[in-house]
């Protein structure tokens, strides 16, 4: 790889937020303000994915229950990925495709809002639990790549980046979170709350 081939992959990165800002801006902050409400109506937000999608899941939810700039009540959100004794008996007893549908089986309620995470569109488990939720009468979102795919049947919102490449479609998928973020905690924070680091 050469300087040149970083700058490319800069260009193009700065091409799809370029994208995202003419095309999703206005989606995206009607996601936020719909996930502003569930919490507000007492909601939890759960959150899910594989790999880098799973990092993400952790990365937001950790943003929303912590803070993403201002200081202000703890928010409910938990991303589905991160205990093991779960993760790993759901897997071993009803097979990968169950992890995230069975752990919303037991907590998910209509009040609440479920993210899936897939590049791809299709990964089987969060389509699954996309898909319960849905059923359950909770809020579902969906972030995917270019293709919506299976996703898209079971998700009220769509936030599809238009790209193919998975790398740029988690950059992007990350910058989607922290606008999710701050819409919301601009949304739900008291008046006058500090900014982090005041």
Do not use: W
Not at 2 to 29: M, N
Not at 63 to 78: S, T
Not at 133 to 149: I, K, M, N, Q, S
């Amino acid at each position: 790889m050469t300087p040149d081939d970083v700058r490319r992959r800069f260009e193009t990165s700065a091409e799809i937020y370029r994208a995202l800002a003419r095309d999703l801006a206005g989606k995206v902050h009607e996601v936020g303000m719909a996930l502003a409400a569930c919490l507000r109506a007492g909601g939890t937000i759960y959150l899910f994915g594989n790999g880098g999608s799973a990092a993400d899941s952790q990365h937001i939810a950790a943003e929303l229950v912590g803070r993403y700039l201002a200081d202000r009540p703890a928010l409910p959100a938990v991303a589905l990925t991160t205990d093991t004794s779960k993760l790993t008996a759901i897997a071993n007893d009803y097979g990968y495709e169950e992890v995230f549908a069975r752990q919303l089986a037991a907590f998910v309620r209509p009040a609440d809002a479920a993210i899936g995470i897939s590049t791809s569109g299709r990964s089987k488990n969060v389509v699954k639990a996309l898909a319960l939720a849905r059923e359950r009468g909770a809020l579902t979102v969906a972030l995917t790549g270019a293709d919506p795919a299976d996703c898209a049947a079971h998700a009220r919102f769509v936030l599809a980046v238009p790209s193919k490449e998975t790398p740029r479609i988690q950059e992007s998928h990350i910058a989607i979170g922290h606008a999710l973020c701050e819409i919301v905690e601009l949304d739900l924070a008291p008046r006058g709350a500090g900014l982090a680091g005041d």
